[in-house]
């Protein structure tokens, strides 16, 4: 695949998985290093085709660099380090694990360490902008509002494009009544090569041998595994659907899984994207009137405010952060939610997420926040396990990426340090923002009976439980005050104490 007779003098860089595009090397000229560890695969259960994806990448990006480049096939990263002369340069690692076992590296060897790369805001800005805040608390708003000034997005002098910085109230238009698909374009899906094959014919044989479990069904990749298909990725989103991104980003259709989302996460998270080019290649449309500034914007934040966000937090607020858990959720998650059974349950919006991700390995934000972490939190369920299974069951997923998206934004396990509320409803929000509720046996105006909608019961349930916890909310407090005007709160809970982890 890609040679070794020929290293180049200096420095060897070894690049992770999820550093495979060209700012990542920027003016390097010296040899590559890329190690793909079994080990990682054996001792965790990833999605099939995350498994895929992620190999496919790091074995493109060999052939790419060529002889520059070393592939190591290892048992662990130290069977491939021991064979390197002379210095490595390392970018920094994008989890706190790698982080360690660089610093425990550098310790034994020369390891130049290179400032984080792929991201709009560097650690620094991002410090210098946490410490203005005082004893204020980082929130996204403020921190998008000030990226946006420093880089100059989506601005006129020194003010927003239009006068307002977030038209998240546009943004929220619920799916075409009558309509099975939003109407725009498929994304462009990669055609895959022998690079392909050989993945795929690994991954059966090392789950056949026993070395490797997957959860989560093979099928062909969907996302991008080369620079060229990133590019073309975003290219065929700015072109054919960031113009109907904006109303819909927030609605849900069973029949279209993608509808006018960009699919870039995966490609930016490999690092095959620099989101400055991607947040360029949005603005950019709107500049010329290809989209409207509501979408425009909608993505901006996306990238530049909420991805940004979330790489900043998971460095700042420590690695404790992780195990937080102040609602006390102690439930463990049960058998068909890890194995992605969708089957298992007659909620609709459930079977339908579950089966998505199944099948893709992936899902919009919505169904992620609404349906899935909605869920769990209703259910108790520990948020150290779930953050574990979004990693693992999401081909966009990192440790960086899911840690606070889980336990702060998804969870609440914080008490608010990322979120001012907990993202917690009933049937009637998941009623009003998808199609799913018309086909299902639940009804999203019951909360007591046979037909009681699970999301409606669970909400109810939900704030019961950690009503004590919540009540220093002043958002929760009308809330928390309509538990006091239910009837049948005994009853509910009764129920949803019996139901536990079982499907609905």
């Known amino acids: 695949m890609a040679g070794r007779d020929a290293p180049a003098p200096g420095p060897t860089r070894w690049l992770f998985g999820d550093q495979l595009g ?7 000229d010296g040899g590559v290093l890329l190690v793909e560890s079994r080990r990682v695969f054996a001792r965790t259960a990833f999605h099939r085709q995350k498994a895929h994806l992620v190999l496919s990448a790091m074995r493109h990006r060999a052939a790419e660099l060529g002889e520059r480049c070393r592939y190591a096939r290892v048992e662990r990263y130290r069977d491939a380090l021991a064979d390197v002369d002379g210095p490595l340069q390392v970018v920094q690692p994008t989890s706190r694990a790698a982080v360690a076992f660089v610093r425990t590296l550098a310790d034994e060897r020369e390891v130049e360490r290179l400032p984080a790369r792929g991201y709009v805001t560097t650690r620094e800005d991002f410090t210098t902008w946490a410490e203005s805040r005082g004893r204020r608390r980082l929130l996204l708003e403020h921190f998008y509002r000030d990226a946006r000034r420093r880089h100059g997005v989506l601005m006129d002098g020194d003010e927003p494009v239009g006068g307002r910085w977030n038209l998240d109230a546009e943004n929220r238009e619920p799916p075409p009544r009558g309509q099975e698909t939003l109407g725009v374009r498929e994304p462009l899906w990669p055609t895959e090569d022998d690079i392909d094959a050989e993945v795929r014919d690994d991954l059966d044989r090392w789950e056949r041998d026993g070395d490797v479990t997957f959860i989560g069904a093979d099928g062909p990749r969907r996302f991008a595994a080369t620079r060229a298909e990133a590019l073309a990725a975003l290219d065929d989103f700015v072109t054919n659907r960031l113009a109907r991104f904006g109303p819909y980003e927030d609605a849900v259709m ?3 899984p ?4 960009s699919l870039l996460s995966a490609p930016m998270n490999l690092g095959l994207l620099d989101p400055t080019e991607v947040v360029e290649a949005a603005e950019h449309a709107y500049r010329r009137g290809d989209v409207p500034l509501q979408s425009a914007e909608g993505f901006v934040r996306q990238v530049l405010g909420w991805r940004d966000y979330v790489w900043h937090l998971y460095w700042h607020l420590g690695d404790d952060y992780r195990s937080a858990n102040r ?5 463990h998650l049960p058998d068909w939610w890890r194995d992605l059974d969708g089957d298992a349950t007659d909620a609709a919006c459930l079977t339908h997420t579950l089966n998505e991700v199944r099948d893709h390995g992936w899902v919009h934000h919505i169904p992620r926040l609404m349906v899935l972490g909605n869920y769990a939190a209703q259910r108790g369920w520990r948020p150290d396990e779930l953050t574990d299974w979004f990693h693992r069951a999401f081909v966009d997923g990192y440790d ?3 840690v606070p998206n889980v336990v702060g934004m998804s969870q609440h396990a914080d008490a608010g340090v990322m979120a001012t509320k907990p993202y ?3 049937g009637a929000y998941l009623n009003r923002m998808s199609d799913h509720c018309g086909g299902c046996r639940f009804d999203p105006g019951t909360r007591v009976g046979e037909n009681a909608c699970p999301f409606t019961a669970g909400y109810w349930w939900y704030l019961d439980r950690n009503r004590e916890r919540l009540e220093g909310n002043s958002r929760m407090t009308r809330a928390l005050g309509g538990l006091d005007r239910l009837g049948d709160l005994d009853a509910l809970v009764a129920q949803e104490e019996h139901r536990g982890a079982d499907p609905p």
């Open 327 to 331: 609602l006390n959720a102690r439930r």
């Open 400 to 402: 960086w990426v899911m």
């Open 424 to 426: 917690v409803s009933g």
């Open 254 to 256: 069973t029949g279209d």
């Open 22 to 28: 060209p700012h990542f090397l920027d003016d390097h």
């Open 258 to 261: 993608w509808m006018a989302h």
